[in-house]
């Protein structure tokens, strides 16, 4: 029998995982706001030959992936494989409004910082684990802002 779901959608799904941990502040870190180890996280997207199926997340952990990092990132990705595009609940937008002068400046601190932190890191020629990890946390920062900008400027399609 075959797989409805063919090896590069579950490949895509194994990617958005890992996104979704990293946009979410890393393993080390969401391994303690779920239920399994930052060794059972690095299955869903580490590609081992040797094992005859490759993991892929379970789906409380996908949802509490994507909650830690802001963005159905896991789930869009879930969304896309079968054929639909998420579009986000007016109900659950936050600020209960278009997109605003201080999402610019939201988005440009995050950006700057962003920015900052990996022009640091590469001055001196090399990138260090500290270094890479404070690229990774400002980029899921980045990540969740740019996520609120875009969700907001979609609500204000309808507006005219």
């Known amino acids: 029998m075959e797989r409805l779901l063919a090896q590069k959608a579950v490949d895509g799904l194994r990617e958005a995982s890992r996104r979704s941990v990293v946009q979410g502040g890393g393993p080390e870190r969401f391994q303690y706001v779920t239920r399994v180890t930052q060794g059972q996280l690095s299955k869903c ?4 030959p040797s094992r005859k199926t490759q993991h892929v997340m379970a ?3 996908a949802v509490e992936a994507d909650m830690e990092a802001g963005a159905p990132v896991i789930v869009g990705e879930m969304a896309r494989i079968l054929g639909y595009r998420l579009v986000r609940d007016d109900g659950a937008d936050s600020a209960g409004g278009g997109l605003g002068i201080a999402d610019i400046g939201a988005f440009q601190d995050a950006f700057h910082a962003l920015s900052q932190s990996m022009i640091q890191a590469v001055a001196d020629g090399k990138v260090d684990p500290r270094e890479a990890a404070e690229i990774l946390e400002k980029y899921a ?5 740019a996520h ?3 969700s907001k400027a979609h609500g204000c399609e309808g507006e005219g």
Do not use: G, L, P
């Open 45 to 48: 997207w580490t590609h081992d």
């Open 148 to 150: 609120a900008v875009e």
């Open 141 to 145: 920062n980045f990540m969740r802002v």
């Open 59 to 61: 789906i409380d952990i």
